[in-house]
C-alpha cells in the first residue's frame, strides 16, 4: 500500500467516524430539567433531536412528569406535544406549583441524542427561563449536564471521543506498519 492509498483509507475512516459519531450522546434514558435560577419552572417545549433529527421527545415517544403543577392546563404532558407558542392561557407550557421542581422527559427507549432545545413560556415572565438539563442512562446515571440554557436555543450534545481515539489509533498503527 503506497502513501496515496494510505491517505484515501484514512479520509474514508475519518468520515465514517465523523458520520457515526454525529449521535452526540449515546443511550439516554431520560432527561431531568430544573430552572437555573431557583425560580418557577416553565417549559413550553422540549425538543430531543436524535442523530437524524427526529424530535425523540414528543408525546408518543416519550412521557412527561413532575411532582407538581400549577394548574389543570399546565401539565408536564405540555412540554412534549409539539406546541411551541409557550402561551400559559392557551394551555401550552407546563408550569411547576412550587419553586426549584424538576420535569422529567422518559424516552420509550434508549436514544442517541444530537441537539436539545427547549421553549419558554412567551406570554409572561420570561426573565424565569433559564434552564439547566441533565441527561441520565439506563442504569439513572448521570451522563451529561448543561446548565444556563436559554430558551429556544439548539443546544448541540458533545459528540462522542472514544471512536475518534480508536479511528486516529488505527491511522498510527497503519501509518507506522507501512514505513515499515
Not at 419552572?41 to 436524535?50: P, R, S, T
Not at 412534549?80 to 421542581?101: C, K, M, P
Not at 472514544?162 to 497503519?174: D, E, K, Q, R, V
Request: proline share 3%; with cysteine; hydrophobic share 45%.
Amino acid at each position: 500500500m503506497n502513501l496515496k492509498m494510505l491517505k484515501v483509507v484514512i479520509a474514508s475512516l475519518i468520515i465514517s467516524v465523523s458520520s457515526f459519531a454525529n449521535a452526540g450522546l449515546i443511550n439516554v434514558s431520560y432527561l431531568e430539567i430544573t430552572n437555573a435560577k431557583g425560580d418557577w419552572l416553565q417549559v413550553g417545549e422540549v425538543i430531543a433531536n436524535d442523530m437524524f433529527d427526529n424530535d425523540v421527545a414528543l408525546t408518543g415517544f416519550a412521557t412527561a412528569t413532575a411532582p407538581h403543577q400549577w394548574s389543570a392546563i399546565s401539565g408536564p404532558e405540555k412540554a412534549i406535544d409539539g406546541i411551541t407558542l409557550g402561551n400559559y392561557n392557551s394551555g401550552q407550557i407546563f408550569h411547576e406549583q412550587f419553586r426549584n421542581s424538576t420535569l422529567t422527559v422518559t424516552f420509550n427507549s434508549l436514544q442517541d441524542l444530537s441537539s436539545i432545545q427547549i421553549f419558554g413560556r412567551t406570554d409572561c415572565c420570561i426573565a424565569r427561563d433559564i434552564y439547566n438539563v441533565s441527561f441520565y442512562g439506563e442504569n439513572s446515571n448521570l451522563i451529561a449536564a448543561f446548565t444556563d440554557i436559554a430558551p429556544g436555543v439548539s443546544v448541540d450534545v458533545p459528540e462522542p471521543s472514544t471512536l475518534a481515539i480508536f479511528a486516529l489509533g488505527l491511522m498510527g498503527l497503519t501509518a507506522r506498519r507501512l514505513k515499515k
